[in-house]
Structure formats: structure tokens, C-alpha cells
């Protein structure tokens, strides 16, 4: 910045007091100068440029200011002084007097300062010298993003070396608050451009009941335009030493990805010496192959589940007990589908050989299509599996499908959807002295449904209208009892029960037509709700031949509030065996609550959560999660987060507790994160180990 605004204001000035120069005249550039001086005089015998009072210089959106220019020709040396200033649409540079020499590229201003207004980044300095193109060097600095006179904080350093694209490296740098020192570091380094940049990251340190004291240090890499890595080392008191790395990449237009890694060797666990490792791998993958094949990759592994509970950051995570890896290709032709996937599943909790592998599972299937201009319609569903286990059978299943079905409308008022199935399931190359076996089994649906509504003024004196939609419907399913005895069991497709039954729903729409003037009409549905009941035709029925009662609903009565349930009532027994249900209001100033309960008698389990954010108390935000455990009344997980908000700054404390499942005794940890706006995290307790 410094260097063109000297070179501007002193290679443009021309002899005979003119108002405007060409820069074809004097310079490489097309863009017209204009300087502007009470005084311009030209001194021939010593070669000199003069400019007097109130000297302004405009190129373009760069207007430059000072009270006198003095320009030695043979020498190439610059002089600037009296309120020098550069504004420029992006940033704005100031100083008392400046020294530059249009021949080296070099130059000095002094007690000088420039302010980047996107970033609100402002650096001070008694002297700001220019050692090359991009070098740059301050001497006894500053700099903050913070506004006024006396800025909330700042870096202040003895010498700052800067590399524009580069880095900024600080000498003695001091950390203040207000005018008051609160941090030394005798060295430090930060980034000095907003693009990519290898080095060092900020180190963490943090504290956990399990983990003890943890430093954590990182090294970022880039690799290139699409590709980037990140390694980290970690030093856990109360563990050991901990090793991973991150690789990011993206090829081609969507072939894009994420690989993971992390290993720790465990010295002790709970004050007890031991010789153990935990490490976890991952890599997701999604993107295109040659041909329009569709390639997914979402592939993790543990060596134990130990690794999760101590590492896991969230509830899905501490308490896995196994983990998943797919990998799948696809191909699309229309109405023509192609699936090739292998799954595998890792179980950490019982190191169970009997898990089941899907290696592979290959499906073909054709969407239903139209026969001709008929009524009626086909569809095809085949799928290849190759079951695979260390123990327990295993052994190869191909399952065909064809599937016919029609479109009868009656009197444009009810739609009949009539449909037959037969699935015919061959298996072969079966462990367990199972030979080649074989069986088909047909299935019949029939489903019927209509449509009535009716529309309504909008209700509270709200302009628009509202309309009410019931959708009754009926849907008939016959699966005939076939013994299947005599064919392995892997998935439920080897032992498809007998059915038999009619469900009866109902389902209700609420929708709420705002009109506004000049303005096209929007729409809001403010009430969803949808009740079912299957009633079975079996031998084995209960008496009344009613089961399970189901009801689904979604009610929105404003844009700040919903309301969402599914739940499911056992008529035999008069119990709610499934219940969920969510809550939740929020504002546009990060103000929200959302509360929500699972329960299911099948699964034992009945646990509440409530998330809480609040704002309106600016500048202090408050968060509070928890998960509480209504079968073991114990507390699962609590969060709370109390941050404070400041112009260019923040600070962060919370506090996390959850239940380790091992003795009863809850895994404890404290982050406290300073954030400064364009610099970022510069310190915290508590982290993330390795990432994964």
C-alpha cells in the first residue's frame, strides 16, 4: 500500500503545473492521474519535482493526500509530508512523513498506520518500512480489530515482520487489555492473508476428569488448489501420547472427500498402568466415476469402543457400540437402477465373530412404468447378497421381484391402487449342510383413497384464506402363511410372516394462504395430522382385531414455533408404547428452546432433552443442553455455555458432563475459548482429540 501510494504521487507530477497527466507520458498504465497543489513548480537544474499545500492526488478509487512532494529525478528519492493519506475503497493508510526511492522500491513512513476495513483490521506503527515487493517490517506496532482510540485488545510487538500472502512474525509481542498488558510471548506468528496457508495452528489446552491435562498442537498443509492435510500431536496427562492426521481433497467437479486418523498408546487409565492402544480410522468419500458411476465411501473402524468413550464429544458418539463401513457404486439409466454395496459392521462392545457382512449386495431395479396407454403398470426389484461371517452360517440369496400394478379412478373422486407381488428367493452355496433351496411367496395391496376440502376466510382477521383437506384412505394386504422352514434365516426376507389386514387412516391438512399487496401470496401449512389403525384378519388376531393406534402429527401456528409428534397406542394393554415428540420455539436474534422426548416400552428406553439459547441478555449468550434418562433416572449429558460477545472480541466457558457407562461416575471437562474477531481462537481448555 505504501509503495503505491508514494510512486503515485510523485511519478505523476508534471511539469507546467498541470491538473491532469497521462500516465502513458510518465508510467506503464492508461488510468489518468489528477494531482491538485496550492503550489507546483519544477526545479530543472537539481531535477527536482515541488508540490505545496493541500496536495491531492486521484487515480481511479485511489485518492491520495499530503502537504508537500518533493521528487529527485536522478536519484529516484521521494519525500512526503504533512498528513499523509491514502482512501481507497478498501482500505485507508496514514502517516506523518514518508522516504522512498523509486529505484530500489524501497521506503520508510513514519509513525504510520493503515486500516483494512473489510476485515476492520488496523496496524500502527513509529516506523513502517518496506524491505521488497511483499516485505514489510514495523517497528514498536500494534494491531487490532477493534474500534476507538483505546481498542478492547491488541497485539503490541517490539518488531513485526510481515509477508504480504504470507506471514507476520512478532518479536516480544504483548498481549493488552484495554491499555493494560495481560500476556507476553516472546515470539509469535499468524497468517497475513485470508486465503489457505501452511503452519503451525494455534495450540489447545485443555482439562477432563478421564483425560487429565491435554496440550494439543497442529500443523496444517496445503497440498495444492484442491487438497490440503492436517496433522496433530497430543499430549494427554492421564492417558499418553496421542498421534493423527486429516487429509482433504476435491477432484474434478464432485469427486470430493475426507480421510482420518488417530492412535494413542494408553500408559494408564483411571491412575492404573496398562499397555494398551486405542485408534479409529475414517474416510468419506462421494463423487463420479468415468461413465456416470456414482461412487459413495462412508467407512469407519475402531479397535475397541473404549476409543469412543473416551474421545466421544457427543452422546451418538461415547455410547457407540459398533460401527459401520460402506461402500456402494451406482449406476442410473432412467427408469433403470444399478447397486453394488458392501457393508461391513464392527461390533465393539462384544467382539461378536456372528455379525453379520453384506460382501456384497448387488440390486437391479426398474421403476414402475406405464404398459402402453393402459392402466396398468409393472416394476422390477432383484437383488444378489453374499452373506458373510467368521461364525455362524453363511452363504449366497438371490431374491426376484416382478411386481403388477393398475390406476382406476371411480368417477374422479376415489383413487383404487390394486397391486400383486411374487418374491422368489433362491439360495445357495449355504453353510450348515444346507443344500440349494428355493422358495416363492406372492403379495397382494390394495389401497383406496379420496380427497374432500373446503376453503375458509383466514381466521384473526388475517388476509387470505385457509383450507381444510381430509384424505381418507384404506389399504388392504394379503400375504399368505407359506411354510419356509426350510430355508436359512439371515435378514427378515427369509421369513416373511403372514398378513392379513386392513388399515384404516385419516389424514388432515391445515393450510394457511397469506396475501400481501404488490406481492405474490405465500403459503404456510399450519396443521398436519394423520391418524392410523391396521385391523387384522389372521387366525391368531386378538379378539377385537384392532392393534396398534398410530398418530403422526406437525402443527406450525406461527413461523417461530412448531410442534411434532408420532405415537403409537397398544388398544390391548391401554399404553403409549412409542412416543416422540418435539418442541420447539425460536426468534432471529438467536433466541430458541427446543424440548423432546423418546419413549418405547419395546426397547426400555424413555429419555428427555432440552436445548436452551439465549440472547436478549446482548452481550452475554446463554446455552444449556441436557439428557436426562428416565428408566435409570440418571442425568446422560449436560452442557452449559455462557459466552461474551464484544465489538472485535468473545469469550467462551462451558462446561460438559456426560455418563461414561463404566463405574457410574460422570466424565467431566471445561473448555474456556478468547476468540478476537480477524485473528481468531488464541486460547481454550479443551478440544477435540484428533478429530475423528
Known amino acids: ?236 496427562s492421564e492417558m499418553g501420547l496421542g498421534k493423527g492426521g486429516e487429509y482433504r481433497y476435491v477432484f474434478g467437479r464432485d469427486n470430493a472427500g475426507e480421510i482420518r486418523a488417530y492412535h494413542i498408546d494408553v500408559d494408564q487409565v483411571d491412575g492404573e498402568q496398562v499397555d494398551e492402544e486405542r485408534y479409529a480410522l475414517e474416510w468419506q468419500h462421494a463423487g463420479t466415476l468415468p461413465g456416470g458411476v456414482r461412487i459413495v465411501v462412508d467407512a469407519e473402524y475402531a479397535n475397541d469402543d473404549e476409543y469412543f468413550e473416551d474421545f466421544g464429544t457427543i452422546a451418538e458418539e461415547y455410547n457407540k457400540d459398533k460401527v459401520e463401513s460402506v461402500f456402494s457404486l451406482s449406476k442410473n439409466w432412467g427408469r433403470y437402477n444399478l447397486i453394488g454395496q458392501m457393508k461391513y459392521i464392527e461390533d465393539l462392545e462384544d467382539d461378536d465373530d456372528t455379525t453379520l457382512q453384506l460382501l456384497p449386495r448387488i440390486s437391479f431395479d426398474v421403476t414402475r412404468q406405464q404398459l402402453g396407454e393402459s392402466i396398468f403398470y409393472y416394476a422390477l426389484e432383484t437383488q444378489y447378497t453374499n452373506f458373510w461371517r467368521r ?84 389399504t388392504y394386504t394379503y400375504v399368505p402363511d407359506t411354510d419356509q422352514d426350510n430355508l436359512p434365516y439371515f435378514d427378515s426376507y427369509d421369513n416373511i410372516a403372514e398378513t392379513n389386514e386392513v388399515e384404516y387412516a385419516v389424514v388432515q391438512r391445515f393450510t394457511l394462504r397469506f396475501d400481501q399487496e404488490d406481492s405474490k401470496s405465500t403459503y404456510r401449512d399450519l396443521l398436519y395430522l394423520r391418524v392410523s389403525q391396521p385391523y387384522d384378519l389372521t387366525d391368531d388376531a386378538p379378539d377385537q382385531g384392532f392393534v396398534d393406534l398410530r398418530i403422526e402429527a406437525k402443527f406450525l401456528p406461527a413461523t417461530w414455533m412448531s410442534l411434532e409428534s408420532d405415537t403409537t397406542l397398544d388398544i390391548d394393554n391401554g399404553v403409549w408404547t412409542n412416543t416422540d415428540v418435539i418442541a420447539k420455539i425460536w426468534d432471529e436474534n438467536e433466541n430458541s428452546l427446543k424440548v423432546q422426548y423418546h419413549r418405547n416400552t419395546d426397547d426400555d428406553i424413555d429419555y428427555g432433552a432440552v436445548d436452551l439459547s439465549i440472547a436478549f441478555l446482548k452481550p452475554f449468550y446463554f446455552n444449556y443442553q441436557q439428557r436426562y434418562d428416565f428408566v435409570t433416572k440418571e442425568q ?23 455418563d461414561d457407562g463404566d463405574d457410574g461416575e460422570a466424565e467431566r471437562s471445561v473448555m474456556l475459548t478468547f476468540t478476537m474477531r480477524g485473528i481468531g481462537e488464541i486460547g481454550g481448555f479443551g478440544s477435540n482429540i484428533g478429530g475423528i
Open 391 to 474: 461364525e455362524g452360517i453363511t452363504g449366497n440369496r438371490l431374491m426376484a421381484r416382478p411386481i403388477l400394478s393398475a390406476a382406476i379412478k371411480l368417477g374422479d373422486v376415489v383413487d383404487i391402487v390394486p397391486q400383486i407381488s411374487y418374491r422368489e428367493r433362491y439360495y445357495w452355496g449355504v453353510s450348515d449342510n444346507y443344500g440349494t433351496e428355493h422358495e416363492g411367496i406372492s403379495e397382494f395391496t390394495t389401497r383406496a383413497n379420496t380427497r374432500v376440502q373446503k376453503i375458509y376466510d383466514a381466521p384473526f382477521g388475517m388476509r387470505g384464506k385457509l383450507r381444510h383437506t381430509i384424505e381418507p384412505e384404506v
Open 1 to 236: 500500500m505504501l509503495l503505491r501510494i508514494i510512486v503515485f504521487v510523485f511519478v505523476f507530477v508534471a511539469p507546467g503545473l498541470a491538473l491532469a497527466v497521462d500516465l502513458d507520458q510518465v508510467g506503464n498504465t492508461e488510468i489518468p492521474v489528477e494531482l491538485e497543489a496550492d503550489e507546483l513548480s519544477l526545479d530543472k537544474d537539481a531535477g527536482i519535482y515541488w508540490a505545496q499545500g493541500n496536495v491531492k492526488l486521484v487515480q481511479g478509487t485511489l485518492e491520495v493526500y499530503s502537504q508537500s512532494l518533493q521528487w529527485h529525478m536522478e536519484t529516484g528519492d521521494v519525500e512526503v509530508a504533512g498528513d499523509v493519506r491514502m482512501i481507497s475503497p478498501d482500505e485507508e493508510l496514514f502517516g506523518d512523513k514518508a522516504h522512498y526511492n523509486l529505484k530500489q522500491g524501497t521506503g520508510t513512513i513514519t509513525a504510520g498506520s493503515f486500516f483494512l476495513r473489510e476485515q476492520n483490521f488496523s496496524v500502527r506503527g513509529e516506523s513502517i518500512e518496506r524491505l521488497g515487493e511483499f516485505d514489510y517490517r514495523i517497528k514498536d506496532g500494534c494491531f487490532t480489530t477493534c474500534d476507538g482510540d483505546v481498542p478492547a485488545w491488541k497485539f503490541g510487538a517490539s518488531e513485526v515482520d510481515v509477508t504480504l500472502g504470507g506471514y507476520a512474525r512478532a518479536k516480544h509481542a504483548v498481549f493488552y487489555i484495554k491499555d493494560i498488558p495481560a500476556l507476553y510471548t516472546p515470539y509469535m506468528i499468524y497468517p497475513a492473508k485470508s486465503e489457505r496457508e501452511s503452519g503451525l495452528m494455534i495450540p489447545m489446552l485443555g482439562y477432563s476428569s478421564n483425560r487429565g491435562f491435554h496440550y494439543g498442537g497442529a500443523y496444517y498443509q496445503v497440498l495444492g488448489v484442491n487438497q490440503d492435510a492436517t496433522l496433530y500431536i497430543d499430549y494427554l
Open 636 to 658: 446422560l449429558e449436560q452442557v452449559i455455555g455462557i459466552e461474551y460477545r464484544h465489538q472485535c472480541w468473545g469469550v467462551l466457558m462451558s462446561l460438559r458432563e456426560h
